[in-house]
């Protein structure tokens, strides 16, 4: 089992800052991707940002030059730094992460997401 708990999200005026972070936990051997997604209703869930064990990332062209994705690999946490906040970012965020977890003596891969928190930014 890897489980995601994010934290960090909320109410914020249009051009203000929000932190968002996400802690990994369970029996993982290795996080390899861990990035952020968000969705809004009646919308697909769309990347925000993704960053690989190693520390490149990748961003949607319309979070480029706001948003900053960093993860702490002793903590298995990732964080997402939101500066210059716009209404249209308001979405619930997702936290996925590409994990590899030990059960009884066997490895395997999970595919995990966190439970969504909220952003809105009012203008």
């Known amino acids: 089992q890897v489980q995601l708990v994010e934290s960090g999200g909320g109410l914020v005026q249009a051009g203000g800052s929000l932190r968002l972070s996400c802690a990994a936990s369970?029996?993982?051997?290795?996080?390899?991707?861990m990035g952020w997604y968000r969705q809004t209703p009646g919308k697909q869930r769309e990347l925000v940002a993704v960053?690989?064990?190693?520390?490149?990332?990748n961003y949607a062209d319309s979070v480029k030059g706001r948003f900053t994705i960093s993860r702490d690999n002793v903590k298995n946490t990732v964080y997402l730094q939101m500066n210059s906040l716009r209404p249209e970012d308001t979405a619930v965020y997702y936290c996925?992460?590409?994990?590899?977890?030990?059960?009884?003596?066997?490895?395997?891969?999970?595919?995990?997401w966190g439970q969504g928190t909220q952003v809105t930014v009012s203008s």
């Open positions: 996925n992460a590409d994990a590899i977890a030990i059960a009884s003596g066997s490895y395997f891969s999970r595919d995990a």
């Open positions: 369970g029996n993982i051997v290795r996080i390899n991707r």
């Open positions: 960053i690989a064990s190693g520390g490149s990332t």
